[in-house]
T-cell receptor
């Protein structure tokens, strides 16, 4: 059981380049999210999805696009990379457990540097 | 807008000592989570607190939730070096998948 798989683990981009961070989960969860982690700021929500075909913006969506064509995959696209997007990116897949709350499973992260 | 504050941001403590990390949040929520993150690693779920007065314990860590005060605490008892990590609290408000995280507390346990 792979859980949440993110690729790549590391990436260096030049300013203005575009790229896609991949995220796949094999747990059949409806909810998936992307966060970025910056020193001293915790994790901040970029975009999220409550099911295939449905996405919405989080706290810091500018410069990023997402799509959710299948339950399993939730790619994050950087349209034109900027140094301010240097960060560690985490994808999460969330299971609803009714009165037991939710349980989020995180990928291993992608460390992105924009030069 | 939901805001989650943790303090302290950094904590250096000796082995064997006790300490508490605090997590305050700004709007009503009855679901609070604690995570641990080791350097360069992903987040590991520690506790889920779902109601006022909830208390969970695992080893030397104990978490509690006071929804009226909008406060959760993570208490460390007789710290050991293996507890060195960054600890995050996170609160859910509204849509189930939207976790709002605190800034994290970096804990360093020294001999």
């Amino acid at each position: 059981n792979a859980g949440v798989t993110q690729t790549p683990k590391f990436q260096v981009l030049k300013t203005g380049q575009s790229m896609t961070l991949q995220c796949a989960q094999d747990m059949n969860h409806e909810y998936m999210s992307w966060y970025r982690q910056d020193p001293g700021m915790g994790l901040r929500l970029i975009h999220y999805s409550v099911g295939a075909g449905i996405t919405d913006q989080g706290e810091v969506p500018n410069g990023y696009n997402v799509s959710r064509s299948t339950t399993e995959d939730f790619p994050l696209r950087l349209l034109s990379a900027a140094p301010s997007q240097t960060s560690v990116y985490f994808c999460a897949s969330t299971r609803l457990r009714g009165q037991l709350g939710t349980e989020a499973f995180f990928g291993q992260g992608t460390r992105l540097t924009v030069v | 807008e939901l805001k989650v504050e943790q303090n302290p941001l950094f904590l250096s403590m000796q082995e064997g000592k006790n300490y508490t990390i605090y997590c305050n949040y700004s709007t009503t929520s009855d679901r609070l989570y604690w995570y641990r993150q080791d350097p360069g690693k992903s987040l590991e779920s520690l506790f889920v607190l779902l109601s006022n007065g909830a208390v969970k314990q695992e080893g030397r860590l104990m978490a509690s939730l006071d929804t009226k005060a909008r406060l959760s605490t993570l208490h460390i008892t007789a710290a050991v070096h293996d507890l060195s990590a960054t600890y995050f609290c996170a609160v859910v408000a509204g849509t189930a998948s939207k976790l709002t995280f605190g800034t994290g507390t970096r804990l360093q346990v020294t001999l």
